[in-house]
């Protein structure tokens, strides 16, 4: 065996494992959510029909798949509860992640601005404090939103109110729980980028003239955008599909979309309209991945 073919195999292999991990842990998964949200409910363990026996043979998988209909998807767009949680969702992702951007840069640029040695300092104080439990801290902030809460009781003894105010169970209260537990997603893509971009870029710049206000929005700000652009979708995502923080901090006038999940599945058992939605979210969540990977592939040609 030759030297070439030893240190290639290994390569190949860990090219591949990337597929393998991806087609065994979500395409198969994936494909099951499919089935079932093409599926009518029952009342039996699992709710739906039909249900492929592959020991009754191929006639039987037949019919199986002739049964298969796109009902569940015409329920979600006739009914408003479905498509309003997804415009909700939508909504409270765009703009918790536009007030991520505006408390988070700021922190990751003063964060690269850092001497060196206290760079890594100020990285563990950004992430020491999440990790403790997600849910420990979410209940934290119960403890202190509530009616006779820590805040409320600060103001109270500040005399900047007169009666406790109404913080939990509101969108308010809902938006300060995302900003605070996606924070640091948004964070450390950002100084990861901003902390690569040269100083001699800038003292270029104001050595043309430049003010260092106009040499961050036409040197620093443009390359930062790739950290930019991978904190949105490290955000914007996974707040789109939150259902632990708008179920314990929002009130119940209006439910995102991870709470109409969580209804479809445990409450109604209505796997199949659960399954839907869950196929949709995906295919909603594609759009921005399928968008930033385009935008990369430009930039990487125009390096070229």
């Given at each position: 065996m030759s030297a070439r073919q030893i240190f290639t195999r290994p390569a190949r292999l860990a090219a591949i494992a990337p597929f393998v991990w991806m087609l065994l842990l979500f395409l198969v998964p994936f494909g099951?959510?499919?089935?079932?949200?093409?599926?009518?409910?029952?009342?039996?363990?699992?709710?739906?029909?039909?249900?492929?026996?592959?020991?009754?043979?191929?006639?039987?998988?037949?019919?199986?798949?002739?049964?298969?209909?796109?009902d569940n998807f015409k329920l979600l767009a006739a009914d408003q509860l479905y498509w309003r949680s997804y415009l909700r969702s939508l909504a409270v992702a765009a703009s918790a992640t536009a007030v991520l951007i505006l408390i988070g840069y700021p922190i990751a640029y003063a964060m690269a601005r850092l001497p060196r040695r206290w760079q890594a300092v100020a990285m563990m104080l950004v992430i020491v404090p999440f990790w403790t439990s997600f849910l420990i801290r979410i209940y934290a902030w119960i403890n202190i939103l509530q009616h006779d809460g820590l805040l409320?009781?600060?103001?109270?003894?500040?005399?900047l109110v007169s009666a406790p105010v109404v913080w939990l169970s509101t969108d308010w209260a809902m938006m300060l729980g995302l900003v605070y537990s996606y924070l640091p997603f948004m964070i450390l893509p950002l100084y990861?980028?901003?902390?690569?971009?040269?100083?001699?870029?800038?003292?270029?710049?104001?050595?043309?003239?430049?003010?260092?206000?106009r040499a961050f929005w036409l040197v620093t700000f443009p390359l930062s955008l790739p950290g930019v652009g991978a904190g949105v979708l490290l955000c914007f995502i996974p707040i789109v599909g939150e259902f632990v923080i708008p179920d314990l901090l929002a009130g119940s006038g209006s439910m995102m979309i991870g709470q109409t999940?969580?209804?479809?599945?445990?409450?109604?058992?209505?796997?199949?309209?659960?399954?839907?939605?869950?196929?949709?979210?995906?295919?909603?969540?594609?759009?921005?991945?399928?968008?930033y990977e385009r935008l990369q592939r430009r930039q990487l040609e125009g390096r070229r």
């Open positions: 099951f959510v499919v089935k079932i949200s093409l599926s009518q409910a029952v009342i039996a363990q699992p709710p739906y029909v039909p249900q492929f026996d592959l020991s009754a043979g191929w006639a039987s998988l037949q019919a199986a798949f002739a049964t298969l209909s796109l409320n009781q600060i103001l109270l003894a500040l005399h990861a980028t901003l902390a690569k971009i040269p100083a001699s870029l800038l003292e270029a710049a104001q050595d043309l003239g430049a003010s260092p206000r999940l969580w209804l479809e599945f445990f409450t109604n058992k209505d796997w199949p309209v659960a399954s839907a939605l869950a196929v949709l979210l995906l295919a909603l969540l594609l759009v921005p991945l399928l968008v």
